[in-house]
């Protein structure tokens, strides 16, 4: 019913921007793809798109003097999508990788994030050593996924972070590999209401800078992008940003 509902308000929406050009006062418009399950850079409250990244954006756009149009789709199809040109940017908590760079553009990054493992209250599972042979939850698309995959633990992939989540807490898998801060989160508003608990392990997988991604060829967009994104890092903005929403910020240039 929910999803039905934001199919029709989506397709709404659409009619109605496509009815005004999108652009009423000659206003350059950035679409930008970000997959809202990825508190705190990403998530939505009731309807609202909120976190780190949706108001970096808004700054960006701001500065820049352009209008932004989010679009909410599945990670996987973030990364696809902006890929092809569907969209101008993607928003997701995108890590910088080198076989992601050989298909797409990325801002410098702002930030840097690790992945980390979840695991239940009393898991015999207390280091990254303990994992091998184990099953694992990640959501489909994302570096977690790719370095479980290379490194041989049995991999359950999600669209959805929460399902992801859903899958360690009913017992499915051992353990789930995701990025820090929405692990710190994510767990956090899980055990408010939990019997037993999920518990984050000290030890990280792998560290990544995150940056904004658009398509091979956008360079100028990139440059732009660039200059207002590194004054709001240099100001502090960015610091500020992560301290609102009770985030640590690690800058990328460590
Ligand atoms: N940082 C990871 C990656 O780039 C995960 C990002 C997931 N983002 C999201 N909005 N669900 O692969």
Not at 43 to 52: A, F, H, P, Q, R
């Amino acid at each position: 019913m929910k999803k039905a509902l934001a199919l029709i308000l989506a397709a709404v929406m659409m009619m109605a921007l496509a009815a005004c050009g999108g652009s009423k006062s000659g206003e350059k418009t950035l679409t930008v793809a970000t997959s809202p399950d990825f508190p705190p850079f990403e998530s939505l409250d009731g309807t609202k798109l909120v976190g780190i990244e949706v108001e970096l954006v808004d700054a960006i756009a701001a500065k820049m003097g352009v209008k932004v149009e989010y679009v909410q789709i599945d990670f996987d199809s973030v990364l696809n999508g902006v890929q092809a040109g569907k969209y101008d940017l993607g928003m997701s908590g995108i890590s910088v990788t080198d076989e992601r760079k050989e298909n797409a553009l990325f801002t410098d990054p702002y930030c840097l994030a690790a992945q980390a493992i979840v695991v239940v209250e009393g898991s015999d599972i207390a280091s990254k050593a303990d994992l091998d042979g184990k099953s694992v939850s990640v959501q489909t698309g994302t570096t977690a996924e790719l370095f479980c995959n290379e490194n041989g633990y049995k991999v359950s992939s999600f669209a959805a972070n929460s399902d992801a989540e859903s899958a360690l807490v009913t017992g499915k898998v051992d353990a789930w590999v995701i990025d820090d801060l929405t692990a710190a989160e994510m767990v956090a508003v899980y055990n408010q209401n939990a019997g037993t608990k999920l518990v984050i392990l000290d030890e990280a997988m792998t560290t990544e800078p995150y940056a904004l991604m658009t398509k091979k060829g956008n360079d100028q967009l990139i440059a732009d992008i660039n200059k207002v994104l590194n004054e709001l890092v240099a100001d502090g903005t960015v610091a500020k940003l992560f301290e609102k929403y009770g985030a640590p910020y690690t800058s990328p240039k460590q």
